[in-house]
Structures are given as C-alpha cells and as structure tokens.
C-alpha cells in the first residue's frame, strides 16, 4: 500500500525546533520529490520547501528561508523538515506530499499526488 505518514509535530515556543518526518511505504521515496505544506486555520494550504531527487531544497515561502531545512535518510525512505526560531505563524498542519516532478515551480502543481494525513504543529507561549 502506498503511504505517506507525517510525525513529529507538537507544541513548542517561539524560538524552538522541531523536525517533522515524513515516512513513505510501498515505494521508494528516493524517486521522488518531496514538498512539505501547511495549512493554518482559516487560510488556504501553502507549499512550504520541496526537496528535489537531487536532493537541492526550493523554499515556496520567503519566511522559512533560513529557518527551515529539508533532508532525506534514504535507508529509512524518510524525508525531514527541521524547523528551527519557530514563529506563532507558523503554526499549522504541515502535511507532506510527492511530486513525479522532483520539484515542481508552482506549489499547486498537480504533480504532487500522494499526501500525508498531516500533523500538528503549534507555535505559543
């Protein structure tokens, strides 16, 4: 069965880290790129970064640049978002997703097509 499942999300203060994974099972994540998204309360889903098959990190939102760092463990078909100086705003459910493009330009590419059921992340003090 082809599976996306995200983990690693939680409550943290302004300032701190997390690190989101994003575990694939019944393909091999390492052929495809990897976008992670979020979608805060009342706003529409935003693409965050995307990890390309060459593993090179495309930022879609100004405001993690610097902040937030995608890798991959292909030995544990995993992707991972490290989130660090973590912001009220962004807090979300981040959710993961493929893309047959590696990377697509446009978040809302089509090409993303398997997604995760997301998790939790909550900025506050």
């Known amino acids: 069965q082809v599976q996306l499942v995200e983990s690693g999300g939680g409550l943290v203060r302004p300032g701190g880290s997390l690190r989101l994974s994003c575990a694939a099972s019944g393909f091999t994540l390492s052929s495809y790129g990897v976008g992670w998204f979020r979608q805060a309360p009342g706003k529409e889903r935003e693409g965050v970064s995307c990890i390309t098959t060459r593993d090179v990190q495309m930022d879609y939102t100004a405001s993690v640049k610097g902040r937030f760092t995608i890798s991959r463990d292909n030995a544990k078909n995993t992707v991972y978002l490290q989130m660090n100086s973590l912001k009220h705003e962004d807090t979300a459910v981040y959710y993961c997703?493929?893309?047959?493009?590696?990377?697509?330009?446009?978040?809302?590419?089509?090409?993303?097509?398997?997604w995760g059921q997301g998790t939790q992340v909550t900025v506050s003090s």
């Open positions: 997703a493929t893309s047959f493009l590696s990377c697509p330009s446009n978040p809302g590419s089509s090409a993303f097509g398997t």
